[in-house]
């Protein structure tokens, strides 16, 4: 395997092709679940919780059954859910006794219309006893705090920890936990205090990030129907259909070949739909044997969705006089709300696996508070401690007066330097996407900024994920192709699949057409999410495609009288080499194999793949900022992204994929916090109050891509998703650094955060 | 390949097992195309001619468009179609300026409700000019006869041949055909005349056969949906769901790939539903913008339907002393209403496809009239002929003193045979079926009937059609399998296509699911006739529960360390052979690899099948009748059915067909016939006037399976559905001729004819 690829080679993969997905989608035609309308369709609304943390003495319906074109009113104790544990968020979408979050769902009614299901909702009447709250980690980790849940809840949630592929080692700590403390993590090499011994500078700080909301724009929506022979048919909003049916078929107790996902077109996902409302929206179906559509308003996506889990992490890191890092000590906290389930094996993954360092210690807790159960945000985990270590890592390169590109490159693990997980890193794009970044003029000219302006720069990676995949390549009548998976699209992957088969194929990507089937009839596919979509369905398709082109290279053999070998596949024809006139086309072969009498078996490839390999993905960033030192605002003026993709299938998808990442990373790092007050009420649930960009606040944002091909990735692809987002808190507070001499060390960093640290001139504890 | 196959070493195929659509029927769950319901719906009801004939002067929609809920109504010059050629009825769904047949459609009314769209064609005038009708075969075929069509219509429609595998030669007639012909196949072998001069007894006969509908218990049924994307989605009772997929794209000029087609449950099809409506519905719902469904009324299914042609056949055949068969001569009449398109081919097949007969002359002509077009009914053409051949064969038997079972296993073709397309016949079960008969107690004691009773036989044949299939076998999370394909399910074949996938994989039925799938992403199917479905799409379903098979055992080595030809696959779990304690499930094979970083590919296994060899199914029947001779009145006392499957995958299944299609040849002989008057009236165009049997007509039927294992079906299996239909019409008149020694040549043998021919005394001309 070269390490570059020459695009000339290719016809179709790595030139810019529109989405397939975009007409649909730019006029307005496309229906999400939320549009979907079905005869005798109920509409759910929900009863929520004005409280974080109560006892609920009880419910009144009886005046919202009253109500003209109320349905049912549903609580916890009419679903029909087969019962886990209380921890199991799923499987408790209504509370029964106890309500734990604010804006938790606590009943739920089923109206003729919306307008009578809301009317309904209005007439629900709750009588709660409030209990105290706990509304923060701080709180929670108190000794004498008081347990968040009324029994322990250790263990994350399966789906925590998909995005990436983790080893961790959970040692005895040597310490009873913290009672509210849901799962701990230990990652341990060396020794760390020897390895502080001999370190020339070490830097120490406490970082904290905040709570963050997906914020897609189309809410958690899903629509439930009741089939014949005791079925259900979800039409929903999922990146992980096939989880969506595992986990309806458990909580309704029914035979999975009863259950069918169809996933609907995803109105933005980034995490925050792995299966949350399906089991929940199904269960009323069943109850009403109706179909049932809930779709949550913006309020209740952001007080009962799944948003991020912010972070708090304590770092100390050491190096040598030569440069090398010595060791590094952290505790992590991750904050999952009343439901445990954070990513929080990711900290070690990221801490101790951008840089080579011999001793490394990093605890991570994961702490139950009274706040809405948190989910998986692009790059989970990674965002929060990479804020941690890169803004660690500029200081440490400023207290040792070396320049923070070349230091970042002295340190940087490559190929076979060992991971946390104890296996051999294979070989990453990280030191030639900082390379690249170095010669970029704003780099080379980083001293030369105006007055108040700074230039900072940051890393960040993913693991990136594994798993199985299937596909189908079927050739149809009219000479073109047919793809199948079971894949949901939340990237554009569906056109990229395309341009996959059509380069095995010869074809113009017009020529093929991929179909994302149900769960009934799909290849298996799992989730999409963990920039493992692409590297690993996209592989499947690729074995599909070249199965297809195999049996098409046979049927031609046979019909042209010439060796499969002689043969040249191109723009749906079939040619003997050298020989131009003896030729035929794909949709001879079509005729001549699906038809009455055919002597010939159809065109239907089939690609099965399992990579067993990673392929992680590193990306460099740099950002100018200008700073108001009267007002503390910070104006980002150019911003660069500098991504190793593997290969770009469709560089046009890679360049807005690092776009929507970089923008969504400016998010975390100068606007975005979900506030909650010491009642653990959500104080900003709206988009009026939740500082989510508008398009003027995002700069221009210049993307290069590197393309290191990965050895497995379909013509050496690399998940692309969750690198861009991963930098963006550490970049731009090291330009702000970079501006003002200050550190912030808590994001977002928003005016009045920068101009108290401008005030108190607040630094880096560094000791030499 | 043997002769038998061993049932014993089967745990599931050769056992009776439950229908898989069963309960949904049974209890009324089950929702056909006419109960679907989209929302915005629109019903559409025809306008009808009231004449066979007749000029359309204008038509007068106005006052329809008046009617509250008419949303619109649409005549011939409103549809979007593209035009072919005049003689193709699925492309002029509309009569233009003249109407062909009484019932034909001239307009649709689409309402927001059927009643508001059933007011509306009340409203809608029709100026007609009647013109003169051609309301028979002998009209049409006498010189000076007007031509049915203002233009030429010669050439078959494409899947007026699809049932059986047919090579024909037209050669030159020597003379002009009639106008009215439509089509003519000519097949000749040998001498007729020479052999006609070795003959020792001739016997010359010509033989009539009525026009009978498929009388399926759902009328043609179809919804079409417009899609986003300018696509378009029909929900449909067809057979042929990838014909019905080119036939609406090449109608409405879309990409294939736009258009979808979803099988509906069929309630009963028999050939009838081979593409009819489907583009008409697509055009309607283009035009409207909305979701429209059209469903006959059983009138319209009866007058506008495509029901099985009539024919005549002129039949003379002749002996030579030692009992071998010197000579065929025929001519054969199918009337095709006013569009081309009857089996015509099948005429010869049957005629010079039982018997060894070295010197053959068959003629075949298809005649227009003033009728509406017909389409395939079970074995289309072989019940005619066959009724023609087998009524001349018992008549030249009795004529030359032969035993009537011993002269036709004299004569019958075996292996080796030349068949009229001048291939060798391959191993048939023919002669094994007459020497069970022959060994039966009722025809041991024939002679032995009380007066007024006789016993007769026959035989029947079907020639079984070939076409490609695929097929997919994907191994679920649950440990269970779910098979697709693009088949139609007409006759269980669902559930017989999971015993196969269940028996290559030793699972018992209830863990194996076969999906249907839509055209979109379908593995190829052809139609489901021709007794070709399981024959086909069983091969294909072979293979890909092979291929899974063999993954899973790659998979269990693995995790066994042990060689996959040492392991053992059986009720969900795969064990070394002889070391029971090693063992892994299915379902934690699925774990492994249908999860996030599993390490084995997705088990999904794959089947193409294209078998080259046709296995044709023959059938022996023997009926035991009583024959008031006071009133004609034929009374069906005993049935005997043998009929060689190859193997009875489902035996409860084949039971069945056989059962339906013995009762549909009743039909045929006794009791159905759709008469038009000169006018080209259907006067019997409802189920109150035509006469379908009832239950209580419907005799004890005994079958009898024979098992000749085919080289390429799955398990042995051959086609079963059309051999049963055929022999029934010989078998009574020969069993009436038993009782009364009077030759029925007519049929159905309805009592008035019966009678008639009692008293005239009717006997089939013989010459010795």
Redesign the interface.
Known sequence: MTDTINSDLFKVVGHDALRKDG??KLTG???FAGDL???GMLHARLVTSRYAHARINSIDISEALKVPGVFKVIIAADLPIVQESSESRRRNPLAKDEVIFYGQPIAVVLGETEAAALDGVDQVFVDYDPLPVVSSMEEALKPNAMNVRSREAHGADADA??HA?VETKDQDVGFKLPHNVSNHIHFKRGDVESGFSEAAAIVENTYTVPMIHQSYIEPQSCLAEPT??GGITLYTSTQAA?IA??EV?AALNM???KVKIVVTTIGGAFGGKFVLIEPFTAALAKVARRPVRLVFYRMEDLTAGNPSFNGKIELKIGARANGTLSALKAKVYFETGAYPGTALGIAGIVLAGYYRVDNFDIECFEVLTHKTGVGAYRAPGSPQTTFALESAIDALARAMNRDLLEFRLQNCIIEGDIMVNGKPMPRIGLKECMEQLSKHPLWLNRDKVAPGEGIGVAIGGWPG??????S?C?L???G?I?V?TGVADISGVTTSLGLIAAEVLGLQTEHV?V?N?DT?????A??SG?SKTLYTVGAAVLKAAQDAKE?ILNIASSLLEANPQDLELQDGKVSVKGVTSKSVTLKEIAAK??????????V???G???I?RNAPGFTAHLARVRVDSETGEVEVLDYVAVQDVGKAINPAEVHGQIHGGVTQGLGWALYEQMVYDEEGTLINGSLMDYALQSAPQVPNIEVQLIEIPSPDGPFGAKGVGEPPIVPGGATICNAIYAATGVRINEIPAVPERVRAAIISGAQDKITH
């Open positions: 007409e649909g035609e496309t229906r309308v079905l005869p920890q998909m592929t014949t022979g096939f049916r595992q078929a035979p999975l070949n994920g594994l798993e199985p995949a299937s189908t079927r149809d009548h009219d073109n047919t199948t057409t179909e089937v009934s009839s799909a290849p298996y799992g989730a963990g049996q194999s699906m038809s009455f009498g055919g002597r010939f078996e159809p239907f490839g089939r099965n793949s399992a067993v």
